[in-house]
């Protein structure tokens, strides 16, 4: 069974910088596609950055130019550097991997709330 585990959250103050982790546990003989997402209260969830396997990024133009979306294989983790932060930033924050284990599926982590307030 496969387990994705995110880490990292917490309260900032407006400028300020956080880094979140995700580390993918259990049976896995490939690790595709991994993001993050978001969900604001009263909003839907939506994509912040995502980085394939190859090491390709893609970012939501929001946070373009201060979010960083990186990963070790090694590890079987990504990351998202979180620099310049907003406070429209607020949300649960979602890790997501594309991963092969005993099934080809994709997975999600229990999410990991930021707060961006002075």
């Known amino acids: 069974q496969v387990q994705l585990v995110e880490s990292g959250g917490g309260l900032v103050q407006p400028g300020g910088s956080l880094r979140l982790s995700c580390a993918a546990s259990g049976i896995i003989f490939e690790i595709y596609t991994m993001g993050w997402y978001r969900q604001a209260p009263g909003k839907q969830r939506e994509l912040v950055a995502h980085?394939?396997?190859?090491?390709?990024?893609n970012y939501a133009d929001s946070v373009k130019g201060r979010f960083t979306i990186s990963r070790d294989n090694a590890k079987n983790t990504v990351y998202l550097q979180m620099n310049s932060l907003k406070p429209e930033a607020t949300a649960v924050y979602y890790c997501n991997a594309n991963i092969r284990g005993e099934l080809l599926r994709g997975y999600w982590g229990q999410g990991t709330q930021v707060t961006v307030s002075s």
């Open positions: 980085i394939t396997n190859g090491g390709s990024t």
